[in-house]
């Protein structure tokens, strides 16, 4: 069955950088649209950014454009976000998703991880 696994979340400062990734099995990773989430409390999960199967065109949130970097490494079935001069309101749980052969603007995916934590403290 198809796994993602999100790592590298943690507790940082304003202002730092971390790098997150997702390791996905059980499917065809080169055929999937990929994309990353994020949930604060209290909050519905939102969009962040997304980068599409068929080459790389990637899409982002208005928050995160310029500070955030989507990517992805098909030979080890891995996509990683690139967080950079994060703010206290980037704090979340951030999820990893996939869908097959998707547009980049899709919103709408089909399988998810668990999720990693990001704290952001001021």
């Known amino acids: 069955q198809v796994q993602l696994v999100e790592s590298g979340g943690g507790l940082v400062q304003a202002g730092d950088s971390l790098r997150l990734s997702c390791a996905a099995s059980g499917l065809t990773f080169s055929w999937y649209t990929m994309g990353w989430f994020r949930q604060a409390p209290g909050k519905e999960r939102e969009f962040v950014a997304a980068i599409f199967w068929g080459g790389g065109d990637t899409d982002y949130a208005d928050s995160v454009k310029g500070r955030f970097t989507i990517s992805r490494d098909n030979a080890k079935n891995a996509v990683y976000l690139q967080m950079n001069t994060l703010k206290p309101e980037d704090t979340a749980v951030y999820y990893c998703?996939?869908?097959?052969?998707?547009?980049?603007?899709?919103?709408?995916?089909?399988?998810w991880g668990q999720g990693t934590q990001v704290t952001v403290s001021s």
């Open positions: 998703a996939a869908r097959y052969k998707a547009s980049v603007t899709t919103r709408n995916y089909t399988y």
